[in-house]
């Protein structure tokens, strides 16, 4: 297995701010272990200061841990920075472009920096312009752009030196709808296609959801829970419900189910039934039902959601 990333220890505390104003010192990272393999889309969930940017920063190199290590395809991030951010690259919705600047301009400026030659840095930038529903602003100075377009701007600038290891930071936060959805495609694209490691944080759930093969949860920081989606999922919960409705029925029909569900109860013509997964189990279950002639009027499903496991491991809502 090769990690992409290797977290170890890792500690962040901000010293207070002096005598006078006594703030207290800040534990941002409180011992982090994390591993992250090559090839993934790993999603870091977690309510607002929980301490997710701090790790990013870390990874990026813009921050240094106070103890701990963290290795980026083996390079220390402090003693090998150099080659750290010729592997990596960071996205965060919140950065900046410079106002002056057209999008164009501001990219081909990056492209300098990263090392690209002119003609390479130009064709790649007019691809991803267009890719991106921005060629017709491409002269437009950024000042003048809405948040959404200065974003698409920013998710550009991370992909212009190939980075083997991606930090995003709300990469959607303030995109419309059909360009959240197109910037999903293409970091799942960039991830399948070109084995790039992708790490994320999100307070979209469905996002982080349909993204990540894998995600962190963390609160305080400190990591909470690890594990795929759906093994974050039963950690919350082992079944999920069926809610079925009938229209005409005669008798009981958790009599003839108790070998197809967990659980169930029947009352007033409503039908509940709990089952380890729906999508398994939906089809034998309404074979069942109507081989005994009832008739179904309505069906709701209840499943487990990233919502329910975050709200149940860290205890409180998104802030």
Partial sequence: MTLAVEIKNLTKIYPGRGILNKAPAVTALDD?????????????????????????????????????????????????????????????????????LSPKENLLYYAKLYGLPNSEAVEKINNLLEFFGLKERANLKSAYLSSGLKQRVK??????????????????????????????AYIQ???????????????NMYEVDELCDEIALIDKGRIVSIGTPDELKKQVSEFESLELSFSNYDGDPSSFLDDLVLRSTFRDGALVLHVSDIDSSIDAILRRLLSHKFVISSINTRRTTLEDVFLNLTGRGLK
């Fill in 32 to 100: 982090v272990n994390l591993e992250i393999k090559k090839g993934t889309i790993y999603g870091l969930l977690g309510p607002n200061g929980a301490g997710k940017t701090t790790l990013i920063h870390i990874l990026a190199g813009v921050l240094l841990p106070t103890t701990g290590t963290a290795e980026v395809f083996g390079h220390d991030v402090v003693r090998k920075a150099r080659e750290v951010r010729s592997l990596s690259n960071y996205g965060a919705g919140q950065g900046s472009l410079f106002w002056n």
């Fill in 155 to 184: 998710l550009i600038k991370t992909l212009l030196n190939d980075p083997k290891l991606l930090l995003l930071d709300e990469p959607t936060l303030g995109l419309d709808v059909d360009i959240a959805r197109k910037i999903r």
């Fill in 189 to 203: 694209e960039l991830s399948h296609e070109k084995e790039m490691t992708i790490l994320l944080t999100s307070h």
